[in-house]
């Protein structure tokens, strides 16, 4: 029950924030998108916790594998659905043109803040289920999501661009760096809404350079490596 309410709580954060966005300039607005946005988050959520732990855990382990699995799956699925598209998602390994020496110093300076995190917070020793676990899904299944359909989604609700440090920014690209956020930063327990602003400020933060990455590269690719090694180092 307290992370149904707390998917209640984002939802509420996602359409509250993305109606003042979208009123104020309604002529780049789609509700209808925004609606499909909190849907996919929706999806995902419930994928990830096993349907709130009715489903079995088949493949066992500390980690959570099944659920990070399902949740891959069901983002590539819906990035081959016409709608969406694999390219549009960002899921080719082909770079843009011209963007590998920026996507490089943005890469080294987003690397660096994952060593500087490392040291600032260091992990116990990692077995080795722990470091397959961190070198691979995390940064596959959330990049897939956040950076991927997720992003394509919100850009469709909220159309208006700005051009700034090389690439078109919207509120989509703000609202899914928000939503990253608060998918581990925010939650319901003991009857109250819980956030932390420090893990809201270590993932939230950061997210932006793995949308910067995403859009001037057009490539998912980057930012998966980066995101598993970013978890790995710890």
């Known amino acids: 029950m307290n992370g149904l309410i707390g998917l209640a709580g984002v939802i509420g954060i996602l359409l509250g924030a993305g109606l003042v966005v979208g009123l104020g300039n309604r002529a780049a ?5 925004l ?3 909190a849907l996919l988050v929706t999806l995902n959520d ?3 916790t096993n349907a709130y732990r009715l489903l079995p855990n088949m493949l066992g382990g500390t980690w959570n594998w099944q659920g990070k699995l399902l949740a891959l799956g069901a983002s590539l699925a819906i990035a081959a659905m016409p709608a969406f598209g694999w390219r549009r998602t960002g899921l080719t390994l082909s770079q843009a043109r011209g963007s590998w020496r920026p996507a490089l110093a ?4 987003y690397a660096a803040l994952f060593v500087a995190k490392a040291l600032a917070f260091p992990g116990d020793k990692p077995d080795g289920e722990t470091l397959a676990f961190q070198l691979t899904l995390p940064g596959l299944e959330e990049e897939v999501f956040y950076r991927g359909v997720l992003l394509l989604a919100l850009d469709r609700a909220f ?7 090389g690439v078109e920014w919207g509120w989509g690209s703000v609202l899914s760096c928000l939503l990253f956020g608060l998918a581990h930063a925010f939650g319901f327990s003991h009857g109250t809404f819980t956030f932390d602003p420090l893990t809201m400020a270590l993932t939230g933060g950061p997210a932006f350079l793995a949308v910067w990455l995403r859009l001037r590269t057009g490539s998912l690719a980057l930012p998966v490596v980066l995101h598993n090694l970013g978890n790995a180092l710890p």
């Open 106 to 109: 943005v890469g080294l300076l």
């Open 159 to 165: 159309t208006g661009r700005v051009t700034w440090l």
């Open 46 to 48: 419930a994928l990830l």
């Open 35 to 37: 609606l499909i946005s």
């Open 29 to 33: 607005f789609s509700p209808r998108w």
